[in-house]
Nanobody, 126 residues
Framework: QAQLVEYGGGTVQTGGSLRLSCAAS????????VAWFRQAPGKEREFVAR????????EYAAAVKDRFTISIDPNKITVFLQMNSLKPEDTALYSC???????????????????WGQGTQVTVSS
């Protein structure tokens, strides 16, 4: 089974940018939908963005739309999350996961995803 790893997090000031990466060990994402979620202390994990394996279908949470961009590299090895105009409320542990087989293909529900990575921390200061 695939093991996911995330990297690229860090600490930036309000208005700054970061690019997160998500990759699977031993396979590509060519036939799988991948999504980014985030969880802040004391809050539930929430959907951020998703992309299908082909890379032609994406969706964003309202809170990040027009600021974040999800993409997949041509070899389908890595999924990226470009984050611009960062705000303090974006501070969270960001994790990626793959959509479970048999789940609704446009799902943004955390319960429909599996093979979670360990996460990468994003901190946005004022």
């Amino acid at each position: 089974q695939a093991q996911l790893v995330e990297y690229g997090g860090g600490t930036v000031q309000t208005g700054g940018s970061l690019r997160l990466s998500c990759a699977a060990s031993g396979r590509t994402f060519s036939d799988r939908t991948v999504a980014w979620f985030r969880q802040a202390p004391g809050k539930e994990r929430e959907f951020v963005a998703r992309i299908n394996g082909i890379g032609d279908n994406t969706e964003y949470a309202a809170a990040v739309k027009d600021r974040f961009t999800i993409s997949i590299d041509p070899n389908k090895i890595t999924v990226f999350l470009q984050m611009n105009s960062l705000k303090p409320e974006d501070t969270a542990l960001y994790s990626c996961a793959m959509l479970r087989y048999g789940s609704y293909r446009y799902s943004t529900n955390v319960q429909d995803y599996a093979n979670w990575g360990q996460g990468t921390q994003v901190t946005v200061s004022s």
